[in-house]
């Protein structure tokens, strides 16, 4: 059982009910690095949830950060239409995601922190900070995002994650952030930790895309969550794979530090837009497999109880309360 609350679109929820957890997903998103790949039609979204609810998922944390558009009024709506809990996002991505001239390379690390705490205190602003005098969305955020790039942690993303790193320690709000090709986690946890984030509030994200289970049990033993969501995509390795890895990082003593996701970031991957796998493909064809490799138990921990923890925030940290 996960104690606390997590902050969806639609208010605060008790983390003991959110069922099974997509970690790591997308549902509305623009980016200029994913140009003609981009979704963002709430119909669409939707469609999609639905059909992933019918699955047995609950909960899904929609990661897109800041600069992608991000669309909380959006989110709300998929929320309320399908029942499904969204967890929305903040922060800040890798500098492939920015052109030159995007406000996030000339601002402060003080107001790149000011943007992110207010998205999770006050309510997410409607357009991703371009005109700051637009009125917030009622719906806060409940996560933060970061990124880095390949093998190296440069500049601007040093900076974001600095002021990531001190919006986390301001508000207790989980990291998730994106390794390239699963590389620079250490430099990321240094980054953070170094900006006073606490590592149990830190998951790397796309560490299985180099499913190396020696140096993920080391990164883990710094206290960090491993966030996998290589599942279904048979183009960089098949299920056996991150099966395998699991198995290993769970026999390694850390099983309670593994949670999953899809990551469907591109239109191609929605069922809804004639793509694949779909929403659907975690709990049809992956969790599964999952029982029959781990059990029950563990596979219950690594799809509800780890990534609820892992998202939670103490109860006395609830406004009002
Ligand atoms: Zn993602």
Avoid at 58 to 64: D, S
Avoid at 182 to 208: K, N, W
Avoid at 242 to 249: G, H, Q, R, Y
């Amino acid at each position: 059982m996960a104690e606390g609350h997590v902050i969806t679109v639609t208010g605060p929820r008790s983390a003991d009910s959110l069922g099974v957890v997509d970690a790591h997903e997308h549902l509305l998103l623009e980016s200029p690095a994913l140009a003609g790949h981009g979704f963002a039609d709430v119909g669409k979204a939707i469609e999609e949830v639905l059909d992933g609810r019918a699955t047995g998922i609950g909960t899904i944390v929609e990661m897109t950060p800041i600069g992608l558009g991000r669309q909380p009024a959006g989110l709300r709506a998929v929320a309320e239409a399908t029942g499904v809990a969204i967890v929305a996002a903040t922060g800040y991505h890798r500098d492939a995601h920015y052109p030159p001239g995007h406000w996030v390379h000339e601002a402060t690390v003080e107001t790149l922190a000011d943007r992110v705490v207010t998205d999770l205190r006050d309510g997410m602003h409607p357009a991703d900070w371009l005109d700051p005098s637009l009125p917030l969305d009622p719906a806060r955020a409940g996560a933060i995002k970061g990124g880095a790039s390949y093998h190296r942690v440069s500049r601007g993303e040093r900076r974001r994650l600095e002021a990531i790193g001190g919006a986390g320690r301001a508000t207790g709000a989980a990291m998730l952030v994106h390794s390239e090709v699963g590389t620079a986690a250490h430099e990321i946890v240094d980054a953070l930790e170094a900006a006073g984030a606490r590592p149990d509030r830190i998951a790397i994200a796309h560490l299985d895309r180099n499913p190396d289970a020696e140096l993920h049990a080391e990164i883990a033993a710094r206290g960090v969550t491993l966030e996998y969501d290589t599942v279904g995509r048979a183009k960089y390795h098949p299920d056996s794979t991150l099966l395998d890895l699991i198995e290993a990082v769970a026999a390694a003593g850390h099983l309670e530090q593994i949670v999953l996701g899809l990551d469907l970031g591109r239109r191609d991957y929605f069922r809804a837009y004639d793509g694949g796998p779909g929403l659907r493909y975690l709990m049809t064809a992956f969790a599964p497999r999952l029982r029959r490799r781990l059990g029950e138990e563990a596979a219950n921990l690594i799809l509800v109880t780890n990534p609820a923890r892992l998202y939670a925030l103490p109860d006395a940290e609830r406004p009002g309360s």
